[in-house]
């Protein structure tokens, strides 16, 4: 007998459907020589310290480090039944290998390992192995299984990340609380994890950069000009010796110009065009997915993902937890049954278009989308040969922004004419800009997002827009050495603006980016693709940011606490705040994952980090722990927790004020 353990419910009963076993069963079904169960994501979790050690329960100095040898693990409260299934079914007698039909990535391994081991099964075990859930493609996997120690690399990389972040974060939480502390906060939990607190600290140092700006006043002159086939506005500027100049630093410079040229005619200095050409977007991965839907439709990263997973388990799309944005070449062979399924689908305005492949058709996509080196564990999200037909709300926008991705990589460029004029009067020119679409290519099925002039300050608390020059739709057909009469010179002010803060789809962009920046070329090369978190982990780092007090989402921008900012100002330890860590453990992760680093050496590194991180908070100064000024008195108000977790106030004790963190009391 085959038992075969799924990541979750749906996904073992499309297994079992798709294996010929009949039946819904609660906890398991079985038929044909096979027994198909799930899990239900994790269902192990690490013990707390004190699960160890009763004397770990304390949190004080003389405790710390703390080392578990062996790690050990327990049922989750919440889903025990179902692991004692799974554990009973793994157990039985008649039951003679297993196959591990979990998500094909770290944390599927993972899953599927703790709960292997804590039901202290030896059974030889099966990988099963897809990025789809159709029919075809579940058999298709079922029937090229690898034996699960050709994963045994990835099983000690699942482990070791697991481990090396409890130790990380129980041992670095219990230091930091301990010295706010000892500075005179009250009770309460400064939680300090190895991706949260960087992902915290990119946050908080573009709300400092923002804190500490100076806005600087500046001018600009504008000119609009006549033409007998069309008017336009032009924007002065001056270039000298290889420096161009475009604004005043005073308002009488730009007021003195203007009326220096009064009166005096324009003539169109030059008149200079070039034709630029965009290839079609590469096909979404997780990341980009869930930017685009925040930008679109103001989506968090965490629904996008809930989306996406409920259009894989409904067998339309591929695997969504993936980070490449590629396809192999066998899925190319597979790629026309796709598109015949969008044809078949719902998104009937995909039919000009489909109509127009059709005509060209066989055509096939280039190398910049199908490149089996650039696909580790899943491709690209791309719709499945199953049609969507009855999709409505949110799930039907997230999969027409695959579908059309998708068909639009298989038509031909975006083209565009850039049209440049410079106008003067007199000695000084101004500059006009211009662009026509040609031809809108791929840019027709996959049109790019434009935001609307009313949505530019996403930001609630944003200053105003420093002033830029606008690039005009068409330009009038003017020529080289024609006059043009100069209709009005305006001075405008402007100032200069502080960064914007940051949208759920910038902190994305911004934490799969980070470390590129690192002088070390190997940290570089291993965040290239990963960054801080994975695909997989980033939308629920960014929640439990804010379940823990230390991020706020104020419509589509996301703010740091006081307790955020205080808590990456106080961190004394810079590996903590910075994207460095997450670069060196990636990078042995990955040469785990090969075959080329020994989980023992690595772990044996993350032991002697741990011991220096903890000894280098202990003896760091005290920090100030002081938050905002009491608005009554002046005084810096002090930190403490609320009754509710995760929650924490501002508190004046001498004329009883209080007001919640990141509000104005």
């Not at 169960?37 to 304390?58: I, M, Q, R, S």
């Not at 339309?316 to 044809?343: C, G, M, N, V």
Request: aromatic residues 8%; proline residues 6%.
């Amino acid at each position: 007998m085959r038992l075969i353990v799924a990541e979750k419910p749906s996904m073992g009963r499309a297994l079992a459907e798709a294996l010929g076993l009949a039946g819904r069963g609660r906890s398991f079904i079985e038929g044909n020589g096979l027994v198909v169960t799930w899990c239900v994501g994790h269902l192990v979790e690490a013990l707390n310290p004190e699960g160890y050690d009763p004397a770990w329960k304390a949190w004080r100095w003389d405790r710390l480090p703390i080392f578990p040898e062996p790690f050990r693990y327990a049922p989750i409260a919440q889903t025990k039944d179902q692991f004692e299934a799974v554990a009973r079914l793994l157990n039985r007698a008649d039951v003679t290998e297993v196959v591990n039909a979990t998500d094909a990535g770290r944390e599927g391994e993972l899953i599927f390992d703790l709960v292997y081991r804590l039901a202290a099964c030896a059974k030889p075990v099966h990988r099963f192995w897809t990025s789809s859930l159709t029919p075809e493609a579940i058999r298709e996997a079922y029937a090229a299984m690898k034996p699960g120690e050709a994963y045994a690399g990835l099983r000690d990389a699942a482990r070791s990340r697991q481990e090396a972040d409890w130790l990380v974060g129980i041992n670095a939480t219990r230091a930091q609380t301990l010295r706010m502390r000892r500075a005179g906060a009250e009770d309460g939990v400064w939680s300090v994890g190895r991706v949260q607190t960087p992902t915290l600290a990119l946050l908080v140092r573009r709300e400092l950069d923002i804190r500490t700006f100076k806005p600087q006043p500046f001018w600009s002159l504008r000119a609009r000009f006549a033409h007998p086939v069309g008017n336009y506005e032009g924007r002065w500027f001056r270039e000298r010796e290889g420096e161009v100049q475009e604004r005043f630093a005073a308002e009488e410079e730009a007021r003195a110009l203007a009326a220096e040229l009064e009166g005096r005619p324009g003539r169109i200095r030059s008149v200079t065009g070039r034709t630029e050409k965009k290839k079609p977007e590469l096909l979404y991965d997780l990341t980009s997915l869930q930017k685009e839907a925040n930008k679109r439709f103001g989506f968090t990263a965490e629904a996008t993902l809930g989306l996406a997973q409920n259009l894989y388990e409904k067998q339309l799309i591929s695997y969504p937890r993936t980070s490449s944005r590629h396809l192999t070449e066998a899925d190319a062979q597979k790629a026309p049954q796709w598109i015949k399924a969008l044809a078949q689908g719902q998104l009937t305005g995909l039919g000009p278009f489909l109509d127009q492949l059709r005509a060209r058709w066989p055509v096939k996509l280039d190398k910049r989308f199908v490149n089996d080196k650039e696909v580790e564990d899943h491709a690209a999200l791309v719709p499945t040969e199953k049609p969507a037909r009855d999709l409505a709300g949110d799930e039907l926008r997230i999969y027409e922004l695959i579908a059309r991705r998708f068909l639009g990589a298989y038509f031909p460029e975006r083209v565009e004419v850039k049209t440049t004029l410079v106008t003067e009067i007199g000695p000084e020119t101004f500059k006009t800009q211009g662009s026509v679409v040609k031809e809108e290519g791929w840019s027709a099925v996959d049109p790019p997002h434009r935001r609307k002039k009313a949505d530019k300050g996403a930001d609630p608390s944003a200053e105003g827009e420093e002033e830029t020059s606008e690039e005009a739709e068409g330009l009038p057909a003017v020529k080289k050495g024609e006059a043009v009469a100069v209709a009005s010179l305006d001075p405008k002010e402007g100032k200069t603006t502080p960064p914007k803060r940051m949208s759920e789809g910038d902190l994305l962009s911004a934490m799969q980016g980070a470390g590129r920046e690192l002088d070390d070329e190997s940290l570089r090369g291993a965040m290239r693709d990963c960054g801080l978190g994975t695909p997989a982990t980033r939308a629920n780092m960014i929640e439990t940011l804010i379940k823990r007090a230390y991020v706020e989402r104020k419509r589509n921008v996301l703010l740091p606490t006081d307790k955020g900012v205080r808590l990456i100002q106080s961190l004394s330890v810079e590996a903590l705040r910075s994207a460095e860590l997450t670069g060196q453990w990636e990078a042995r992760l990955e040469r785990m994952r090969r075959g080329e680093e020994t989980r023992a050496a690595f772990m044996g590194d993350i032991r002697g980090f741990v011991s220096a991180v903890v000894g280098e908070l202990q003896e760091a100064p005290a920090p100030q722990i002081h938050g905002a000024p009491c608005p009554s008195c002046g005084a810096p108000m002090r930190i403490i927790p609320s009754t509710r977790r995760g929650e924490f106030f501002h508190r004046c004790a001498p004329c009883q004020v209080m007001a919640p963190i990141g509000k104005t009391p």
